[in-house]
């Protein structure tokens, strides 16, 4: 099956600190991804919708200048939490749907990242 | 709005006992079910999907049926065994390939 990653696979930073997590899709393009986030013993949440070439689509609630996205190429989305706090601490995971010539579009997570913020 | 409610949250069984899933979905436009497993510290990986003009689905131990009048969904392990332990998600689109709302978990446990 097609493979998509994640860097890092885990991050510790300070409170206030910027961290970029990045999406990559390594064996077939994307110009749709999506980001959830999970917390401990919960569901995946969806954040967004990242579109190759324009601007994400946020869900309701979810802060669009605290979580960037950026999909600059047809395989790589990043997500960036600015000014991050304790309570954005989760596991964060991206997903791309793989469009085949016979319409079949599965859709492939990434391991996820775990943020942890001190 | 949209959403998926998913019972039971644990399920414990005896290995070669038969587990069963159930989900509820709000959105009548929803066309696509997949299910998902996910292990401790890793990405879900899907195990099975059913679309909506289809009513079951069946891949060797593993069985989906769909009732979209009742918007109901059910997810069917036959002959667990200790590996199947893990937790499965429940999920629902508009369309496959579009965005996915999950429901809330469900933790096997398969006890050897």
């Known amino acids: 099956g097609a493979v998509v990653s994640q860097h890092p696979s885990w991050v510790i930073c300070k409170s206030g600190t910027s961290v970029k997590i990045e999406c990559r899709s390594l064996?077939?393009?994307?110009?749709?991804m999506f980001w959830y986030r999970q917390f401990p013993k919960q569901s995946l949440m969806l954040m967004a919708t990242?579109?190759?070439?324009?601007?994400?689509?946020?869900e309701q609630g979810v802060e669009k200048d605290k979580f960037l996205i950026n999909h600059a190429s047809l395989t790589l989305s990043t997500l960036t939490v600015t000014s991050a706090h304790p309570e954005d601490s989760s596991f964060y995971i991206c997903?791309?749907?793989?469009?085949?010539?016979?319409?079949?579009?599965?859709?492939?997570f990434g391991p996820g990242t775990r943020l942890t913020v001190l | 709005g949209e959403n998926v409610e998913q019972h039971p949250s644990t399920l414990s069984v005896q290995e070669g006992d038969s587990a069963v899933i159930k989900c509820t979905y709000s959105?009548?436009?929803?066309?696509?079910f997949p299910w998902y497993k996910q292990e401790l510290g890793k990405g879900p990986q899907l195990i099975i999907d059913?679309?909506?003009?289809?009513g079951e689905k069946k891949d060797q131990r593993i069985a989906v049926t769909l009732n979209k009048t009742a918007k109901h969904f059910s997810l069917h392990i036959t002959e667990t065994q200790p590996e199947d332990s893990a937790v499965y998600f429940c999920?629902?689109?508009?369309?496959?390939?579009?965005?996915?709302?999950f429901g809330q978990g469900t933790e096997l446990s398969v006890k050897p």
């Open positions: 997903s791309a749907p793989l469009w085949t010539s016979e319409a079949y579009n599965e859709q492939f």
């Open positions: 064996d077939f393009q994307a110009t749709t």
């Open positions: 990242s579109n190759e070439g324009s601007k994400a689509t946020y």
């Open positions: 959105d009548s436009a929803s066309n696509y």
């Open positions: 059913i679309r909506s003009n289809v």
């Open positions: 999920a629902a689109s508009k369309y496959q390939g579009g965005k996915l709302i």
